[in-house]
């Protein structure tokens, strides 16, 4: 089975998230929460249908803040589900409002989501997805996985010989740091 790194360079989609995006670690909350949006909504579709989605999530949840897609009701439920720029999947939608507004909580009790993550690392993958079952709705262990993954928490993302393993790897990547 082919990697990441075999299919994505030079792909007019693939290529600049595998080149500047997957895998790098990740502090800023509104990312660390599109991520998590991203990777809910890819499941049971593919990742280039999700990477060419990508701007109208951005546009359909208000840029990623927390606070507003928290707030959301009844009427913007309706929006998100009529919106052909998305996945429009009830379970989904209403994953990532609930999602926002435990991300709330989070900031209240950790100060950030990044923060919140930083708290509980390292984990094995199966620690972390028992906790994002438990914190978080519509995280399964392939998304649990992917989500740290992408955001640089757990290795694997990318080729020891790929030429973008050595740029996220002289950042330090919380997955290469022993607390």
Same mark, same amino acid.
């Given at each position: 089975?082919?990697? *990441?790194?075999?299919?994505?360079?030079?792909?007019?989609?693939?290529?600049?998230?595998?080149?500047?995006? *997957?895998?790098?670690?990740?502090?800023?909350?509104?990312?660390?929460?599109?991520?998590?949006?991203?990777?809910?909504?890819?499941?049971?579709?593919?990742?280039?249908?999700?990477?060419?989605?990508?701007?109208?999530? *951005?546009?359909?949840?208000?840029?990623?803040?927390?606070?507003?897609?928290?707030?959301?009701?009844?009427?913007?439920?309706?929006?998100?589900? #009529?919106?052909?720029?998305?996945?429009?999947?009830?379970?989904?939608?209403?994953?990532?409002?609930?999602?926002?507004?435990?991300?709330?909580?989070?900031?209240?009790?950790?100060?950030?989501?990044?923060?919140?993550?930083?708290?509980?690392?390292?984990?094995?993958?199966?620690?972390?997805?028992?906790?994002?079952?438990?914190?978080?709705?519509?995280?399964?262990?392939?998304?649990?996985?992917?989500?740290?993954?992408?955001?640089? *928490?757990?290795?694997?993302?990318?080729?020891?010989?790929?030429?973008?393993?050595?740029?996220?790897?002289?950042?330090?990547?919380?997955?290469?740091?022993? #607390?």
């Amino acid at each position: 089975m082919p990697h *990441y790194c075999d299919i994505a360079p030079g792909h007019p989609w693939h290529g600049p998230y595998h080149d500047s995006e *997957y895998g790098f670690p990740v502090r800023d909350d509104s990312v660390l929460f599109e991520r998590l949006v991203l990777e809910i909504n890819q499941a049971g579709l593919s990742w280039l249908t999700i990477l060419k989605k990508r701007e109208g999530f *951005y546009a359909a949840y208000d840029g990623f803040d927390i606070d507003r897609v928290a707030g959301y009701g009844d009427r913007d439920t309706q929006r998100l589900l #009529s919106d052909a720029g998305i996945i429009r999947n009830r379970l989904k939608v209403a994953a990532a409002i609930h999602n926002a507004q435990c991300l709330q909580e989070i900031r209240q009790s950790h100060g950030s989501f990044g923060n919140w993550l930083d708290g509980h690392h390292p984990l094995p993958k199966d620690d972390w997805v028992k906790l994002f079952k438990k914190t978080f709705r519509f995280t399964g262990g392939e998304i649990t996985g992917e989500f740290l993954m992408s955001t640089g *928490y757990l290795p694997g993302t990318h080729r020891e010989n790929c030429p973008v393993f050595a740029e996220i790897a002289a950042l330090q990547p919380p997955w290469q740091q022993k #607390s």
